[in-house]
């Protein structure tokens, strides 16, 4: 009888999840007198009890458990999990699937210590990951999401760096030609101040398809003027917070340190996703980061996949943002910068000033303004046509000779002959119109093969050429050496590579060219590659003259 009621004990307790298995009792000593059942081992399988059929039954159940002694009940194996291996890492996607099959699996089994040993598991894998040790689960997991946000800033900012320097090149190019323009129509706008209005000396030079000496009235060139500042304004306003961002976007690919506010900011985010999710998936979110599935490498349909935060929107918005620079001076609201700072140094002022002060931070503008622009125009260098030495070259008049004198050839008066011809006078170069001191030109790439620097400026020595230059150039195939003659000063050396436009050294009167009687010039020569033979100058310069060699306007620039 006292069996009966250990099994119906036993039947109730069954209900419980706990003894959803089986179970080894150890009945030895359990009643007086019961001798028979002592040490005797009862197995219950409580999975397998059917109560299908007691469906709508009414019935109840006493149990009277009386003096019975359980002191000797056996209960080692009560609530043991069953085993189950340990996350896995492997790397890719197939690891992360079998790693939340495994998580699923201890979900449904309940497996509580396993849950839990898995964030040591986890802590281990982040270690190893990163090379550093950790006191706890939640600092290894927080400084890995700052390390994951930091591989998605150096994999999505180089593309907004692209995009932005890009943009900052397209804005130089774009202000560079925009400061020219200003530069061209100052230069002109002070020539019609001297009254040089219809000799200009940028006659070479183009204002938007309209030569330079086409512009004859102060009124005309202010009215270009104020079109051309507009387009600077807007070029150099864009350019300007162009410039900037680009600063910043590239120096985010740089950043190292995890407390960086950028990194602070996406890991917080990176925080906010990962605590919105229960306690299981957020260790299936995590095994996932650690098993490499970033970003384009996503997970089926149904599992969670790790993110970036750091997406190049984000990065861009941030750096537009965070940029420096300020304001541009020409942006249109500079002014109440300028007025802020005013009153803020000046904090007792009555209200009643605001408008002469205001008065007073624009023309401050003003200042600051032309300043920045005369700034550029001053680191503007106008040069010549490529192919020319000077700007604007002009032919030099030589005695009774004129202006044909100074060209190439047989073409001086003297009581001589040349070419057969009596009275003709040969002259080897070209001589083009230089004052004294200026820049004189590269008129193409090349070597600078030779040169004498020896003349103090306007040192005179009858059939000298004085201080030069020559440069050896190869142009359609063939090869050629120019020479540049009578220099005050030379700025190159023998061995330097030269390009087309830059300077080599400044004009003068050097040699037989310091006769107060003769015109500073440059005394342009061309040999061929062996120099046997010299040649026309004039055939390699951009700038070409009518028959009574008088430049011709080509508008090169």
């Not at 002009?394 to 001589?416: A, H, L, N």
């Not at 090349?446 to 201080?467: A, E, L, M, Q, V």
Request: glycine share 8%; hydrophobic share 30%; proline share 3%.
């Amino acid at each position: 009888m006292k069996n009966i009621y250990i099994f119906l004990l036993m039947l109730g307790l069954s209900q419980h999840s706990m003894f959803a298995q089986n179970w080894n009792f150890n009945w030895g000593g359990i009643g007086s007198g019961n001798t028979a059942a002592t040490n005797s081992i009862f197995k219950f399988n409580f999975n397998k009890l059917d109560f299908s059929k007691l469906k709508d039954a009414n019935f109840k159940i006493n149990i009277n458990l009386g003096n019975f002694d359980f002191s000797n009940l056996n209960a080692n194996n009560c609530c043991v999990e069953k085993p189950l291996v340990d996350i896995s890492f492997g790397y890719n996607i197939e690891a992360a699937l079998a790693a939340s099959a495994l998580i699923q699996q201890a979900l449904d089994d309940g497996l509580e210590k396993w849950f839990n040993r898995q964030h040591t598991v986890l802590k281990k894998e982040i270690e190893k990951q990163l090379g550093q040790s950790f006191s706890n689960y939640d600092d290894a997991r927080n400084t890995y999401f700052k390390y994951h946000e930091k591989i998605g800033i150096q994999k999505n900012h180089t593309s907004i760096e692209s995009k932005y320097n890009a943009r900052r090149l397209d804005g130089e190019n774009k202000r560079s030609i925009s400061v020219k323009n200003l530069k061209l129509l100052r230069l002109r706008e002070n020539e019609l101040k001297t009254g040089n209005i219809n000799n200009s000396s940028y006659g070479n030079f183009s204002y938007n398809g309209t030569s330079l000496d086409q512009i004859q009235s102060l009124s005309q060139l202010q009215s270009l003027w104020r079109n051309e500042y507009s387009t600077f304004s807007n070029v150099q306003r864009s350019y300007h917070n162009n410039y900037y961002t680009y600063l910043k976007i590239k120096s985010i690919g740089y950043i190292t340190n995890y407390n960086d506010p950028l990194v602070v900011a996406l890991f917080n985010k990176q925080l906010a996703n990962y605590n919105r999710y229960d306690r299981w998936k957020r260790l299936d979110l995590m095994q996932a980061y650690l098993n490499e599935i970033r970003p384009p490498l996503a997970l089926p349909s149904g599992y969670i996949s790790p993110k970036f935060y750091a997406t190049p929107q984000y990065l861009e918005n941030y750096a537009v943002k965070n940029r420096g620079g300020g304001k541009s001076v020409f942006d249109d609201d500079y002014v109440y910068i300028v007025f802020g700072n005013i009153i803020n140094s000046h904090f007792e002022l009555p209200q009643i000033y605001y408008n002469q002060f205001f008065h007073y931070a624009k023309e401050q503008t003003e200042k600051l303004r032309n300043n920045e622009l005369n700034k550029l125009l001053n680191e503007v260098e106008i040069k010549p046509c490529a192919g020319d030495p000077v700007i604007n070259p002009e032919i030099v008049s030589s005695g009774s000779s004129g202006k044909k004198g100074g060209t190439f050839g047989c073409t001086r008066t003297d009581k001589t002959t040349c070419g057969g011809v009596y009275g003709k006078k040969n002259h080897s170069g070209l001589d083009v119109k230089a004052n004294v001191n200026e820049n004189a030109f590269a008129m193409y790439s090349g070597t600078i093969s030779s040169i004498r620097n020896t003349f103090s400026p306007g040192k005179y020595k009858g059939n000298s050429y004085g201080n030069f230059v020559v440069i050896t150039t190869v142009i359609n195939g063939s090869t050629y050496n120019i020479k540049y003659n009578h220099l005050n000063s030379v700025s190159v050396t023998q061995g330097q590579t030269i390009n087309v436009g830059d300077i080599i050294g400044l004009t003068g009167n050097t040699g037989n060219a310091a006769d107060p009687d003769v015109i500073p010039h440059i005394h342009l020569q061309v040999f061929n590659s062996n120099w046997s033979q010299s040649l026309d100058p004039e055939d390699f310069l951009t700038t070409k003259f009518d028959s009574n060699y008088n430049p011709i306007s080509n508008n090169c620039q």
